[in-house]
């Protein structure tokens, strides 16, 4: 009777940052070819051709209204984002209030949902919006 058995671990949850995505239908030139919406509402974040794609190390909040709580930690890091500079390069974009010290998250100017980018106080020109977190039309 040596039958061993082992649990099966693999189940462990997995916390891969590093995201394999097939750009090849959104990026033109290295700039999105497509129209940048609200996921929810569909308002437009950005005309094509505006931001620059990048791969970046940001965490961001999980998605919410702007009305539910949530904890700040509760988020995931993210690795796609469209490099936008300058805040009137935007069709329309919202921003919550200043967020420990510098940063500042974009939502949707229309249904407020978000955060779906980031932009740092430190580098006011530079807006990153999450691959992720918008539409692509
Ligand atoms: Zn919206």
Not at 29 to 46: Q, W
Request: hydrophobic residues 35%; charged residues 25%.
């Amino acid at each position: 009777m040596a039958a061993a058995q082992e649990a099966d671990e693999g189940n462990l949850p997995s916390d891969k940052p590093q995201q394999t995505r097939d750009m090849s239908d959104l990026v033109t030139d290295g700039k999105n070819g497509k129209t940048l919406t609200c996921e929810r509402c569909g308002s437009k974040v950005l005309l094509p051709g505006l931001g620059t794609y990048v791969v970046k190390q940001i965490f961001l909040p999980h998605m919410k209204m702007k009305s539910e709580n949530q904890k700040p930690e509760d988020g995931e890091t993210l690795t796609d984002f469209w490099l936008i500079q300058g805040m009137y390069t935007f069709e329309n974009v919202g921003f919550t209030n200043t967020v420990s010290g510098d940063v500042k998250y974009m939502i949707c100017a229309d249904c407020e949902v978000g955060p779906i980018g980031w932009s740092s106080l430190q580098d006011k020109n530079n807006f990153y919006i999450a691959v992720d977190r918008v539409k692509h039309v």
